[in-house]
């Protein structure tokens, strides 16, 4: 059986004269590993930030558990910041630049979601937050500021951060595009582990590799649509659009030769 | 012609100087402490979506910045009183006038911290559910309060210069002190370089406060 956690109707964004998302459906279902590769500026980005509202979209459906996100009026369905404020809390989002709050500690970071937004009482918030500063592996962290940390850390802090909402699904956008290549692994580790614990994850990611063995299904987007979708080994192993071709190859261009003596 | 000193007259005077010390910090402050509160909201007011709200937050900061205090004082002394059915007292018009000009210039100190603040920020807060109160109040205002004190420190030191403007319309702080003991005892050198030492005394620890706020966060 498979229960919707997250979907999305001719969803579209423009930005003045661009237009970023040029409808979009989507179905993510609990416990499944999604991600969504294309080129920069195939709207990949913007469709995740449309999921969880940081960017408001200019027309389509969002649906959380079924439920239709936002009122409908004429037609039109109206999101006012008063009903998103809730849905944000239960949509986990992993950005970039990690995003962490400087003026606090590791474990203030991580405490900030259940404390403020959910109003646990200390106790709980605060062995909440070590629990998840374990699951991701720096527990020993937790006093130091974020300044003090690696970049894997940081985004690894950042991942407990979300976590520790509990969310319904995770949105990691970029998740190891700033880091140093030597750092990308620890962080791919924790959401791999995430994913295997059956977490519902929705990557955009150029980690190819990643994808391919990590996530159940994978999207092309090109240019504001979803132009190829299908299980990792058909998009990215037998891909029949040409543009999911053309990209794939540009991303698999410059590849190191096995060593001679190996088989 | 040789000057003969005689600050006996200014010290005779204390109660005068006293006096104007204390009318000079009790400007200075109020207008300080409501510049700052009210700055807060109209800084914020810049930021709002609504064009009803930041449009006249906008107006109010670029006519109070672009007008000289001087000039503002006057009119809330001079001209204020004839279209408005109250009375008003040299103090009140000296802070009024004070006052909204600190407030303009709070509300662009405010502007300029919160948005040296990267978006990143707000969106972190965003994302994990908070309101727009709570993104301000525990993400973005412990940050951004840091990188404004330098400012604000600044922003003292002209003020408290400023209250001096106030001897225009005879409201009696330091400067208009002084320019009372100079035409009675007709010692303008030593009743100015007294008053000038008295601001100086003032004014200078925000000053150098402001160095060392400074050097630290270059650090």
Redesign the interface.
Known sequence: MSLEILSCRNLKKQFVENQVLRGIDLQINKGESLAIIGASGSGKSTLLRCL?F?EIPSSGEVSLRGELIGSRQNGQVLYQ?RDL?????????V?Q?F?????MTVLQNVM??PR??LKLPKSEYESRAISYLEKVGIPEKRNAYPSELSGGQQQRVAIA??LA?EPEIMLFDEATSALDPELVGEVLDVILKLMQEGLTCVLVTHELGFAYSAAQRVLFMHNGVVLEEGSAYDVLVEPQQPRTIEFLRGHSRFQLPSPKNSQ | MEHVWDFQTVFASWSLLSQGLFNTLKLGLLTLITGLFFGFFVGLGRYSRSSWVNFPAGVFVEVFRNTPALVQIMWFYFAFPIISPFDIDTFAAAALGLGLNTTAFCAEIFRGGIQSI?R??W??G???????R?QVL??IL??AV?RMIPAFMNRVVELMKMTSLASVIAFGELMHQAKTISTYHFNPIESYTVAALLFFLVISPFAFLVYHLENRFRK
């Open positions: 969880n940081l910041e404020i809730p849905i944000r809390a239960k949509i986990g989002m950005f630049h995003n962490l709050f400087p003026h900030e979601g403020t937004v951060r979300a909402m | 990267h990143g920020q969106e972190a965003k994302a994990l559910g908070m309101t727009y709570e525990r993400i412990p940050q840091v």
